[in-house]
């Protein structure tokens, strides 16, 4: 039963997910060790990092997880003030429970414009419905509720206009964690049509993720410890975007380098880990974005803390 | 080297020859072997002045002694032409200006004939020569050179056929201001009229001159008072274009006004428009082709058009004034969409989304100028953009420089 249930949600997600509808929310700005990835994080994120990517993958978190992210975006370029923000947390409840997860995530420009998504996500490992061997497998999946919320600064020719304008949606997220160290997530956001338009139906685009990634303890040949490579195939209003990133983790894991970008963009990341007792721990992450088509660009620079406990 | 034109100086409505005489290579026979002259110059002005700006290289001589205007009006004795002598000292390679005098010219004139004379001082013996322009030797003083000046001018156009009218406003070098009516544009027919305007006659009395400085929303104003207005800028030309009774304007004629060609540091155009003087509003400026000195705009209503012509322009000034628009209003015609302005042929307009994907591109050429109206692709070509805040980068070719900002595309 609990099988027929998921194969009708599987496939509501694709009939959903085939409607062409309009929108906003297209920047994925979220979460640092992702940003250092390229974005590419569908497969490979099981942290705070993770709701907003997908959030089957908070299933597989272990630890509470608390991270904050702070950035500025294509700085050098004069005239251009634009940040993006990141809240995440997730609480592992138990195996049977599955997590809970709550995020914000927020993009703005002083006077202009800002976009604000608020996420309440629950992802449960499902090896027992489908009897996995979780020796061979661990397969979990999740949803998100979320809210999206878009202020807009109009000036006096369109002061007959709210400057707010919200409406809810939600995702779906699915991953598959190989014993061989191959990961496969699919997340399908912004299921529900969220009409977010101030004149005129505005509904936020359905965007599916396919994400691909392989681990590894260690790389044969080159040795390259702790070594993960993924992508992410994005699929969104008739347009396929390609995100691919690397991640390795040195002095005993607790200093990660990370590359990765996608067409527009390339991206670099370092994150140190201070362990504490308990097997708490303390993360700093930063990431640095070079925009290849925008000029005069220093980069986008974002900076996170993250804390597990 | 030689050039010369003649163009508006400011709100004196006067013409001006801007020229440079320079003998770099015959220093030493600045009177045997001058350089030759090419440019010419016509001439304008509804005041009937003639003025010129002129430079001289003394070459071997140690100082220019005197500088002299010499001119004839048609149907005058060319042997015996008026005199109009430089009061100032004449400094090398430093601008100095000659002009008519006003109550020399005939009413009835339309050419006259001018001639620069320059008296120089040698250095060790203090023999004295003289420079000729239009041509440097000595023995050919007798040479002058003609120009036409500007006079109304009116051309008979027809509803179903149209019709362009030019005008020579006294730039022989560039293309006149003129104004082109497609078949269907103008109802009726008749004479359609161009007058040079004297800026100063025009408003002679009727206002104070100090100009107060334009705000953003000022110049999206429909109607200006004169003193709303930033007077301080150059006049590049002014204009009245009208014609008889029972013509009217069905669909707005292609105008275009010329500015100086010597104006190398114009940056920044407007044209104004009033019927009375005593409204005004902004014309929207389609385009700007530096090459020949032209601003082009639409005429819909028969009336003055003045263009003002400034330089230095500050990164705001290529800005779209508005920051925020919204898709339907452009689509219904409330507002135009996003317009940057003073850019002309070269210059580009991309706008990026915030992942720094560029999604729309604006070019010269595009019927609409510089404006984006949230479509995609080059010059709004393609489907609309998503709700979002988009990057913009003006790449300006002549200045070699980028311009950056925000703005917000809503639905």
């Known amino acids: 039963m609990k099988k027929k249930i998921l194969a009708v949600l599987l496939l509501s997600i694709f009939v959903l997910a085939s409607q062409k509808a309009e929108s906003a929310f297209v920047d994925t700005y979220w979460g640092v060790r992702a940003l250092g990835m390229g974005g590419a994080y569908t497969a490979v994120g099981t942290d705070a990092n993770a709701p907003l990517y997908n959030i089957a993958g908070t299933a597989f978190a272990t630890q509470q997880e608390v991270t904050l992210m702070g950035s500025r975006l294509f700085t050098g370029v004069e005239g251009v003030e634009i940040g993006a923000n990141y809240f995440g947390y997730v609480y592992p409840i138990s195996q049977e429970y599955g997590s809970v997860s709550l995020a914000w995530s927020s993009t703005s420009t002083p006077g202009l414009r800002r976009e604000d998504t608020f996420n309440l996500g629950y992802s449960r490992m499902l090896n027992d419905i489908f009897k996995l061997d979780g020796r061979f497998v661990e397969f979990s999946a999740g949803v998100n509720i979320k809210y999206l919320l878009q202020e807009t600064k109009f000036d006096e020719e369109d002061k007959d206009l709210q400057g707010y304008q919200g409406a809810v949606t939600g995702d779906l997220g699915f991953l598959a964690m190989f014993s061989n160290g191959i990961g496969v997530g699919f997340s399908s956001k912004y299921l529900l049509p969220a009409d977010i338009g101030y004149l005129e139906k505005d509904e936020v685009k359905n965007v599916n993720v396919l994400g691909l990634s392989y681990y590894n303890d260690q790389l044969p040949i080159v040795k390259i410890p702790y070594f993960t490579v993924a992508a992410d195939i994005i699929f969104r209003n008739n347009e396929t975007f390609i995100r691919a990133g690397a991640e390795t983790y040195l002095l005993n894991k607790k200093l990660a380098v990370r590359l990765g970008g996608r067409k527009e963009a390339l991206d670099v990341g370092f994150g140190y880990t201070f362990a504490f007792a308990n097997d708490a721990a303390l993360t700093i992450d930063y990431a640095f974005e070079m925009p290849l088509e925008i000029e005069e660009s220093y980069g986008s620079h974002f900076i996170s803390v993250s804390f597990r406990f | ?411």
């Open chain 2, 1 to 411: 080297m030689f050039t010369s034109v003649f163009v508006f100086a400011d709100s004196s409505t006067i013409a001006v020859l801007t020229s440079y005489v320079e003998f770099p290579k015959f220093r030493e026979a600045i009177f045997e072997k001058p350089t030759e002259v090419t440019a010419v110059g016509n001439v304008s002005g509804i005041e009937k002045l003639l003025k010129i700006e002129t430079q001289i290289d003394f070459g071997m001589y140690k100082t220019a002694e005197k500088a002299e205007l010499l001119y004839y009006f048609d149907g005058e004795d060319s042997s015996n032409p008026h005199s109009s002598v430089y009061d100032g000292e004449i400094q090398n390679k430093k601008s100095f200006y000659l002009s008519t005098n006003k109550e020399d010219f005939p009413a009835s004139s339309s050419h006259i004939n001018y001639q620069i004379k320059v008296t120089f001082k040698k250095e060790n013996d203090d023999s004295i020569g003289s420079a000729y322009w239009p041509t440097q030797l000595t023995t050919s003083s007798d040479t002058f050179h003609p120009a036409t000046i500007s006079t109304s001018t009116s051309t008979y156009i027809t509803g179903s056929e149209g019709g362009t009218i030019t005008y020579d406003d006294g730039n022989q070098e560039y293309p006149d201001t003129g104004v082109t009516f497609e078949a269907g544009d103008v109802n009726g027919n008749g004479n359609v009229y161009i007058e040079e305007v004297s800026f100063e006659d025009f408003f002679a009395g009727l206002f104070p001159v100090s100009g107060i400085a334009r705000s953003a929303a000022l110049k999206a104003a429909s109607s200006l008072t004169y003193g709303e207005i930033d007077w301080s800028k150059r006049v590049g030309n002014f204009v009245w274009i009208h014609a008889d009774d029972g013509v009217s304007i069905e669909h707005p004629g292609a105008g275009h006004l010329s500015y100086a060609s010597s104006d190398t540091t114009a940056t920044k155009f407007d044209v104004l428009f009033t019927s009375n003087g005593a409204s005004f509003k902004y014309i929207t400026v389609t385009s700007i082709d530096k090459s020949q000195k032209l601003v082009h705009f639409p005429v819909a209503e028969w009336g003055y058009y003045i263009l003002m012509v400034s330089s230095n322009l500050d990164d705001n000034d290529y800005r779209p004034e508005k920051r925020v628009r919204v898709k339907s209003r452009i689509a219904n015609g409330t507002y135009e969409g996003f317009k940057f302005g003073n850019l002309e042929e070269g210059d580009v307009v991309k706008i990026f989304n915030l992942n720094g994907k560029k999604i729309a591109e604006l070019t010269a050429g595009s019927s609409n100028g510089f404006v984006w109206k949230g479509k995609k692709d080059t010059n709004n070509s393609g489907d609309w953009a998503e709700s979002g805040t988009y990057v913009y980068q003006i790449k300006l070719k002549e200045k070699g420089k980028i311009i950056s900002g925000t703005i917000a595309f809503v639905w």
